[in-house]
């Protein structure tokens, strides 16, 4: 080899190596892929099957009404957690609302998803309104 070939080539591994050190950060910050749908299991009487792409896409459902900003208690890992990375079955200090508790109360009458639903039949819309219509064991 040629001492110019030779420093040729060092310069352009320099060259790209800078590159990737400059383009990795934006790559892996770049937000996962939407989900189409989810299953959230875990419910005595069934899973369920959430829609995301529904909800995203036709219902125009903001992503901070679901993945809301973290409490000082418990601070975010990523921009868009899952709801169970931190709402878990059983509550474990610092987090103070449990899996079901996020989405809705003990008797289903409020929370993210039951106050969404009221809204929208408020609307004149048809959203699953009863346990069972969203709540299915072959989801379990």
Same mark, same amino acid.
């Given at each position: *080899?040629?001492?110019?070939?030779?420093?040729?080539?060092?310069?352009? *591994?320099? +060259?790209?190596?800078?590159?990737?050190?400059?383009a990795a950060p934006r790559v892996s910050g770049q937000a996962p892929k939407e989900p189409d749908s989810i299953v959230l299991k +875990?419910?005595?009487?069934?899973?369920?099957?959430?829609?995301?792409?529904?909800?995203?896409?036709?219902?125009?459902?903001?992503?901070?009404?679901?993945?809301?900003?973290?409490?000082?208690? /418990?601070?975010? #890992?990523?921009?868009?957690?899952? &709801?169970?990375?931190?709402?878990?079955?059983?509550?474990?200090?610092? *987090? /103070?609302?449990?899996?079901? +508790?996020?989405?809705?109360?003990?008797?289903? #009458?409020?929370?993210? &998803?039951?106050? &969404?639903?009221? @809204?929208?039949?408020? /609307? +004149?819309?048809?959203?699953?309104?009863?346990?069972?219509? &969203?709540? /299915?064991?072959?989801? @379990?």
């Open positions: *080899m040629t001492p110019s070939f030779l420093h040729r080539a060092i310069i352009l *591994m320099s +060259g790209l190596t800078l590159a990737l050190a400059i +875990g419910a005595p009487i069934g899973g369920v099957k959430f829609e995301h792409k529904l909800h995203v896409k036709d219902r125009q459902a903001k992503c901070q009404t679901c993945h809301h900003p973290s409490k000082p208690e /418990k601070a975010l #890992k990523s921009e868009y957690q899952k &709801c169970t990375d931190c709402h878990t079955k059983t509550v474990a200090a610092p *987090m /103070k609302t449990n899996t079901r +508790g996020a989405f809705h109360d003990a008797v289903a #009458k409020k929370g993210t &998803c039951v106050d &969404c639903h009221v @809204a929208e039949a408020a /609307k +004149g819309k048809k959203p699953p309104a009863k346990c069972p219509d &969203c709540h /299915k064991k072959e989801h @379990a």
